[in-house]
């Protein structure tokens, strides 16, 4: 605990601009998630249906393993009987702050934080991320498995904790 509070008054400006960027994030990914765009899409629809039918079951995922954690995830608002059009979203939403993170982290190996920043900040600004990441479907998961394979390859190539790095990676790139 020590070491963290030595952290953060050595590094508050790195801690407070990364908090602000999150926010940010959020904020950018969670913006009027319901209304743009405005009613549900074909595939909407069809999740929006399943959900009130309890249909994600694991029997399900056993015949669609491809999208399993996205399917997972949507289990939790179907439990709880809240499949509205935003929590629907909120799913891929919260998929592509992950993604984002792990993009960050990929651009960061490479070139440093200041282009990590800019190329990251270009990336979730895409319209192609937006409507992705804000669209209610497990395509998400395929920006997030692309990118997990990337960081597999670093941890690959790296030779500090080779084995641990390793099983994670390939246990991800495997879940996805």
Do not use: C
């Given at each position: ?70 399917y997972i995830a949507l ?24 993604s984002t993170a792990i ?37 998400i998961l395929y920006i ?33």
């Open positions: 605990m020590s070491e963290i509070k030595k952290w953060l008054r050595d590094y508050w400006s790195v801690a407070l601009i990364t908090l602000a960027a999150l926010i940010a994030l959020v904020s950018f990914l969670w913006f009027r998630l319901v209304s743009i765009p405005n009613g549900y899409s074909n595939g909407e629809w069809l999740i929006h249906n399943n959900l009130a039918a309890k249909k994600y079951t694991f029997l399900y995922l056993w015949h669609h393993v491809a999208f399993a954690p996205y289990m939790i608002p179907q439990y709880i009987n809240r499949y509205g059009l935003f929590s629907i979203r909120s799913i891929g939403a919260l998929f592509g702050i992950i993009f960050f982290y990929i651009i960061w190996r490479w070139w440093g934080t200041l282009i990590a920043v800019l190329a990251t900040l270009m990336f979730t600004t895409s319209f192609w991320f937006v409507q992705t990441s804000r669209n209610a479907g497990p395509i997030l498995a692309g990118l997990i394979i990337i960081n597999l390859g670093f941890v690959v190539r790296d030779k500090k904790n080779h084995d641990t790095k390793t099983l994670l990676s390939a246990l991800l790139a495997l879940v996805l």
